[in-house]
């Protein structure tokens, strides 16, 4: 089975929280233990597990993946619609993350949270997908 639910963005780079969203229909699925599957829907925007207590994280994660992959470096694809610099990081971070299900819940460890990763926004819509494996 499979829930898409949809995310706004309201920066150009921005990571967001997501894992409230996702464990709100892990557990009302009532699958007890098994594995979650979270994958965005496009090829501009990531999925990352990491801290979500401090927020500054990030922003760093962003500015280093800008340090490391600056925007309009020369990529060929911005001849297109000047946006490379977002394929190549999303590609880097991957599209999706999986984890584990048990007790009925997301096994996360203390510290970690789900983020989408926007690298080429604002975007009225980011589709997520949650599927789920029993
Ligand atoms: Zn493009």
Redesign the pocket.
């Known amino acids: 089975m499979a829930e898409i639910f949809s995310v706004s963005t309201s920066q150009a780079k921005q990571c967001i929280d997501i894992t409230e969203r996702v464990r709100e229909i892990v557990r009302k699925s009532g699958v007890k233990s098994g594995l979650c599957q979270v994958m965005v829907l496009h090829?501009?925007a990531a999925i990352a597990i990491n801290e979500n207590d401090d927020p500054n994280i990030g922003v760093d994660l962003l500015t280093a993946l800008d340090r490391a992959i600056p925007d309009h470096a020369g990529w060929l694809?911005d001849r297109?619609?000047?946006?490379?610099q977002?394929?190549i990081k999303a590609a880097i971070l991957g599209p999706s993350e999986l984890i584990p299900i048990a007790d009925g819940d997301l096994l996360l460890g203390t510290w970690q949270g789900l983020m989408l990763i926007e690298l080429?926004g604002p975007r009225s819509t980011r589709r997520v997908a949650v599927s789920l494996i029993s």
């Not at 297109?80 to 490379?84: E, M």
């Open positions: 090829a501009t694809h297109i619609d000047n946006n490379a977002a394929h080429d």
